[in-house]
């Protein structure tokens, strides 16, 4: 009988620090801007998390949540909610990386809760989070800043992180669209209109470009792709100061 109290004692705590790890887990940073050190954390998870003891971790510069200026939202991070801050520690514009830590272990996989980077592969903690399993070495976010998270909570890595839409993506009105995705040969492009100077540019998953070219779509509506190696690619189509990413994968 007081084996299967304790053994079910022992369960129960389990179970919750289980709950615990998973609820800290969804603390997400979604957005980014280096030029203005603003970022903005979002709650995936089902319950409420305070956050203000987390910590920042950018080319080994540390400082805590509650360290920045609180722009909007609460540090009792609600489930479903934002919190936006600008932090006590600068950011480089050009090359950095952030984490983000439950506790000031940043050599800690277990602590570190998420991690992006920009501008170049191997920044600051880059290998806690490959050792983490949520960043892959050597890769980083190669559009515009300021940077947005576009996944559902569950996914990582650079792939999921875009410009964020401001009010130019949104009344670039291309109806851009990329066809066959996946493609083997030749990548279609269709636009609800014909533009005379659409700049292309295609990155791999290594930030590299691999193609660049100024068209005329009502000229040219196809890219030659067969001589890419299989992957993920990111294209990014700009008229002036307008820019629109797409992502597209060679089979």
């Avoid at 987390?54 to 805590?64: D, E, I, K, R, S």
């Avoid at 600008?86 to 090359?95: F, Q, R, S, V, Y």
């Avoid at 070495?137 to 559009?143: D, L, P, S």
């Avoid at 660049?212 to 000229?219: G, R, S, Y």
Wanted: charge should be negative; proline fraction near 2%; glycine fraction near 8%.
């Amino acid at each position: 009988m007081k084996t299967n109290y304790i053994l079910n004692f022992l369960l129960a705590i389990a179970i919750f620090t289980m709950a615990s790890q998973t609820s800290d887990a969804q603390i997400r940073i979604v957005e980014v801007d280096p030029a203005t050190e603003t970022v903005k954390l979002h709650n995936y998870g089902a319950t409420t998390v305070d956050v203000s003891s987390y910590w920042f971790c950018n080319l080994f510069a540390y400082t805590q949540v509650s360290d920045g200026t609180l722009v909007s939202g609460s540090t009792n991070l609600a489930a479903g909610a934002d919190l936006v801050v600008i932090m006590a520690a600068a950011l480089n514009d050009t090359a950095s990386d952030l984490g983000l830590y439950q506790s000031p272990s940043f050599g800690s996989s277990t602590a570190m809760l998420d991690f992006t980077q920009w501008g170049s592969g191997g920044n600051g903690r880059e290998n806690v989070a490959v050792t983490k399993g949520i960043w892959t070495a050597g890769t980083f976010i190669n559009v515009s800043p300021p940077y947005e998270y576009n996944g559902d909570g569950n996914q990582n890595g650079f792939q999921f992180w875009d410009t964020l839409l401001g009010i130019n993506d949104f009344n670039l009105g291309l109806n851009l669209k990329l066809h066959p995705n996946p493609s083997d040969a030749v990548l279609n492009i269709s636009m609800q209109d014909n533009v005379a100077n659409l700049d292309v540019q295609m990155y791999d998953i290594l930030g590299k470009l691999v193609f660049k070219q100024t068209i005329n779509t009502a000229d040219l509506s196809q890219i030659d792709v067969s001589e890419l190696k299989e992957g993920l690619y990111l294209i990014k189509f700009t008229i002036g100061d307008k820019t629109e990413t797409k992502r597209f994968i060679k089979n």
